[in-house]
């Protein structure tokens, strides 16, 4: 973007971990005016293509979850030629799939108060005020079309008998707003955008690339021109141009190594983009779910969340007594503690998840924790199905209590869940403008990858909210915008830029397999994981965040000596594919552990331990961290430079946020 | 736990291919199947073998990559569950396991245990879905629908597209994914619009992909990890029969 200056700050050096002071980012093409007016008259300003040209026009769309897919079947629907890529051997496998819960819209279907504002207050409130809010504002306002359109699709959401719309509420609000499909809402919004995808293949507008890998982002004279990417199953690279890429490459939780996430979801695209100028907004804003599974052994390979749509039925406690061991049926009533009902009356078990993350991580530090480990604690539904019959609660969880079964072999109609926090979703992401355009031209950020719309937490049933909302109904407008300035732009791969991107990934291909060392991938990516989740993770200090830094640096460098990858870059190799993306994530890690300790406040999913109160809320500090952190990479073991792009709030008076 | 493992391996598409035995011991009857190989993969990593290829990603069920041919069974020896879904104390200590991809003509193997399931993206692209634009809805609750019907379709639409149906058919054929479709579409009055064409292109794709005929022993049912009923190929059938016999008063 031409008016950042990017003033040559003296690093800031703190011990061990420094960065640059770059510049306030104030443009980032948000409208002025009445907030109700603002993403209409925006829309009414851009630039427009017409038809005949958009055919000339090609678009990169790097993933097909819920943001890709969607994005890429609208922009087929108006005619751009759209090359989707995905490392996936479908674009029905996007970890999009997984989601359970549903949807929010401000339908007010229910007549129970919602609305348009309401949904942007809770969203701006649940990020504890860190998000902006015009891009809120309208992520509410598009929310609507996104059901219209969805129903039109035929994805089967559950109804009411007299054959309309059924709703549910979820964690942290007090309206039903929450659409859903059974447990398995993601799947159907994702079969749904797959299916509009797989139209405009078969009408020619658009190609879909499967099991390639894009391992980097082409940028030439600050402009977005193409990728580069690793056919998985030859492992020939190719440089592919375009007038415009899209990022759609979901959230990087995966650098924790256990999470909630598909076992393949990384941060390999986002993260090379950082490396080419891209800005990374708000690295460490990471939220960590309440209703997983908790972990049994160390081989386990990932967490299985809970749809935190069971805290509508389900109470959570754990016996009044530490260490208390006995089975929970032989706990009485009066013996058990339902903290989140005592903490938090007006909320209950609905308070956010990263209040209730908290709360049990801090019922555990007490030694209330069940099962075990002692690290749990109770979800239980007797109650509900003593008031709602077996039967209601099969209809809303049947699947979720099969698959807890499954997997613990414990029997939840019977016996209440365990659960306990697990790393689920980032905030953080790629910083883009209202246009969700990276500052790099032409290329844009969309769904999970971006940070743009949750603040510091997000709201359960929001994201697929916000991919569906970039990708069919914002991106499609916003897009049209720089494309109408890209018309006359040849495209070739016959430049330095492409030769110099290509040649670097082969390097960095033929030094991870010349390495031959004796520690596989997923040894380090466990280590990885350990650093970040015990410094990094649910609550965060200076102290930790210092030494979790210079861990980091020095697994990097083991990784970069020790690692062992067998075969070769000519071929299917799937323990390649994984040694780049833990090259990727243990880069990534520094900046995400660089941004939780500057940022010397509390504030939706990052708890300073310094910054608390005395009952162990968050204490924001909105006269120095109203802001967000835009942070620009430098080099390897340089200290990026932090952009700060201020948050005003005009409309909302930021509070504390209390769910008491 | 100690398992023998007869693992199928192939180098690549052009590789002939043959079953390689390993030993593993000291596996918790709480891993989960694909654990069990990631085990097995770090140990052969660390001897400095070739470790096997297997695809998945969600592990919980629906992603629908994994899909691995184990004793026998698409999915191994548990009725109506995915691969990853599987964990080892389903299995006997001292039980000597089979793994091996899922086989069908339509899909080729890629190496070892990884198959290429696109035919079943071409098959959808023949029209598996309601041609609407994005932005051209009109309000959702416009289109009220009963909530049995919609529970049906629902149950049909959760299909995700695993292939085992196809691995479990002795035709190799793709009939109860292509019915999940149809029928999850023929339920509802969005899909009515192209219900004909939509029964018959599909089915015509899947055909020329080299999936055999249904072979009306329900094995696919069986094994199907979203559980989706034979009433979806008995749907398949009437409607199919219906747009070919009955004319089309709108056909273009
Ligand atoms: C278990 C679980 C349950 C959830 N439940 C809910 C819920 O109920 N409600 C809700 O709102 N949200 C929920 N979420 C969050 C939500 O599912 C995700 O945030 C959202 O689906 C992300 O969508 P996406 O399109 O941004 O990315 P993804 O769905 O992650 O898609 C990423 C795509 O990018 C491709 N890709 C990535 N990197 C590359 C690369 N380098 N090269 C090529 N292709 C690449 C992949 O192939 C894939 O197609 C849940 C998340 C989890 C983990
Ligand atoms: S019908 Fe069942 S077995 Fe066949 S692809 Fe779908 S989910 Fe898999
Ligand atoms: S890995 Fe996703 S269904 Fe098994």
């Known amino acids: 973007m031409s008016d950042i200056l990017t003033a040559p700050a003296p690093a800031q050096t703190r011990t061990g971990i420094s960065w640059r002071e770059g510049t306030l980012l104030t443009r980032n093409n948000c409208p002025e005016g009445e907030l109700e007016k603002r993403w209409t008259r925006h829309k009414d300003s851009l630039r427009l293509v017409a038809p005949h040209n958009k055919r000339k026009l090609e678009v990169i769309v790097v993933g097909a979850g819920l943001a890709g897919a969607s994005a890429a079947a609208s922009l087929g629907e108006l005619g751009y030629r759209v090359k989707v890529f995905v490392y996936h051997n479908s674009p029905r496998r996007a970890h999009s799939i997984a989601a359970q819960g549903g949807i929010n819209a401000a ?53 009411e008998y007299g054959g309309y719309l059924d709703t549910r509420s979820f964690g942290g609000a007090q309206l039903m707003r929450t659409f859903y499909a059974r447990g398995q809402t993601g799947q159907q919004l994702l079969l749904g955008a797959y299916a509009a995808l797989q139209r405009q293949v078969e009408l020619g507008n658009v190609q879909v690339f499967y099991n390639h890998d894009v391992l980097d982002i082409v940028v030439e004279e600050g402009k977005a021109r193409g990728i580069i990417c690793r056919n998985l199953i030859t492992g020939a690279l190719h440089s592919v141009p375009a007038h415009a890429v899209v990022l759609a490459t ?24 950082c490396r080419r100028g891209a800005y990374f907004g708000n690295p460490s804003f990471v939220q960590i779910h309440p209703t997983c599974i908790p972990q049994s052994g160390e081989y386990q390979s990932k967490l299985t969340l809970m749809s935190e749509s069971l805290r509508n039925d389900g109470r959570v406690w754990v016996p009044r007594t530490p260490g208390d061991k006995r089975p929970p049926h032989e706990i009485p009533e009066h013996q058990r503690w339902y903290y989140l009902e005592e903490w938090y009356p007006s909320f209950g078990n609905l308070v956010p998840r990263d209040i209730a993350s908290r709360a049990a991580k801090r019922v555990c530090d007490m030694g209330y924790g069940v099962g075990p480990t002692g690290r749990a604690v109770y979800l239980d539904f007797s109650d509900a199905i003593k008031r709602l019959g077996k039967e209601v609660i099969y209809q809303r969880y049947g699947n979720l ?8 072999g414990e029997n939840p109609w019977e016996t209440p869940m365990r ?6 979703y980032t905030m953080g992401g790629l910083w883009v403008d209202y246009n969700l355009m990276t500052n790099i031209e032409g290329l844009y950020a969309i769904g999970e990858a971006n940070f743009s719309d949750h603040g510091a937490n997000r709201l359960g049933a929001s994201a697929l909210m916000q991919g569906l909302a970039d990708g069919y109904f914002i991106l499609p407008y916003t897009i049209g915008d ?35 060392g004796k520690r596989t991938v997923d040894e380090f990516h466990r280590e990885l ?29 083991r990784f970069w000596r020790e690692v062992y990858v067998p075969g070769t870059g000519e071929e299917f190799n799937q323990n390649l594919e994984r040694a780049l993306r833990v090259a990727d994530f243990l880069e990534l890690a520094e900046l995400m552990i660089i941004d939780a300790y500057h940022r010397e406040e509390s504030c939706g999913c990052h708890l300073r331990e310094e910054y608390q109160t005395p009952e162990g809320e968050a204490l924001r500090n909105d006269e120095e961290f109203a802001y967000v952190a835009a942070w620009e990479w430098n080099g390897e073991n340089q200290p990026p430079t932090l952009h700060k792009e201020p948050l005003k709030f005009e409309f909302v008076k930021p509070t504390v946020r209390s769910y008491k | 736990m100690r398992f023998t493992l007869e693992i199928w391996r192939q180098k690549n598409a052009q590789d002939e291919g043959r079953f390689e035995v390993y030993e593993v011991d000291g596996i918790s009857p709480n891993t989960s199947f ?55 104390r389903h299995f006997k200590d001292g039980e000597r396991i089979v793994i091996e991809p899922f086989r069908a003509k339509p899909f080729p193997v890629i190496k070892d245990l990884v198959v290429d399931r696109s035919a079943l993206d071409r098959i959808i692209q023949k029209g598996g879905y309601i041609s609407v634009n994005t932005g051209s809805a009109p309000d959702a609750n416009s289109i009220p629908i009963p909530k049995a019907v919609a529970d049906r379709a629902f149950d049909y639409a959760t299909c ?93």
């Open chain 1, 419 to 424: 659960i306990y926090p697990a790393v689920h």
């Open chain 1, 401 to 408: 209590f099969e698959m807890y079964e499954e997997i613990t």
């Open chain 1, 482 to 516: 720089y494309l109408a300035t890209q018309l006359f732009v040849k495209l070739t791969t016959d430049t330095a830029a492409f030769r110099e991107a290509e040649k670097e990934t082969q390097q960095r291909i033929d030094r991870l397999l010349s390495i031959q």
């Open chain 2, 34 to 88: 694909l654990e069990m190989l990631d085990i097995l993969n770090e140990r052969l990593i660390k001897e400095g073998k070739e470790p096997v290829a297997f695809d998945h990603d969600c592990r919980e069920g629906i992603c629908g990559s994994c899909g691995l041919f184990i004793n026998g069974r698409a999915h191994g020896p548990l009725p109506n569950i995915t691969t990853c879904r599987l964990y080892m």
């Open chain 2, 160 to 252: 995700i597209g695993c292939g085992a149906c196809v691995a479990a058919c002795k035709n190799a054929s793709a009939m109860l994914f292509v019915a999940a479709k149809v029928s999850h579409l023929a339920m509802l009055p969005q899909g009515q619009p192209e219900r004909r064409q939509r029964v018959k292109r599909m089915v015509a794709q899947m055909d020329s992909e080299g999936f055999g005929h249904c072979s009306n022993t329900g094995a696919c049912a069986v094994e199907c990890p979203a559980k989706i009923p034979l009433s979806a190929i008995a749907q398949l059938q009437r409607d199919y029969i219906w747009a070919n016999l009955t004319p089309d008063l709108y056909a273009r």
């Open chain 1, 107 to 159: 339908k007010n279907y229910r007549n129970d108060g919602d609305s348009v504002w309401r949904l942007f207050y809770d969203t701006i409130k649940g990020g504890d005020f860190r998000a902006r809010e015009s891009n809120v504002y309208r992520l509410a306002e598009v929310s609507v079309k996104i059901i219209d359109h969805c129903v039109a699709q035929g994805i089967p959401f559950a109804r």
């Open chain 1, 529 to 557: 994981g350990k650093v970040l989740w015990d410094e990094c993770g649910l609550s965060r200090n200076a102290q930790g965040l210092l030494s979790a830094f210079e861990q980091v640096r020095a697994l990097r460098e």
């Open chain 1, 250 to 273: 979901g959230g990087y939780g995966n650098a924790y190594y256990l999470s909630t996430n598909a076992k393949l979801s990384n941060a390999t695209a986002i993260w090379r983009a």
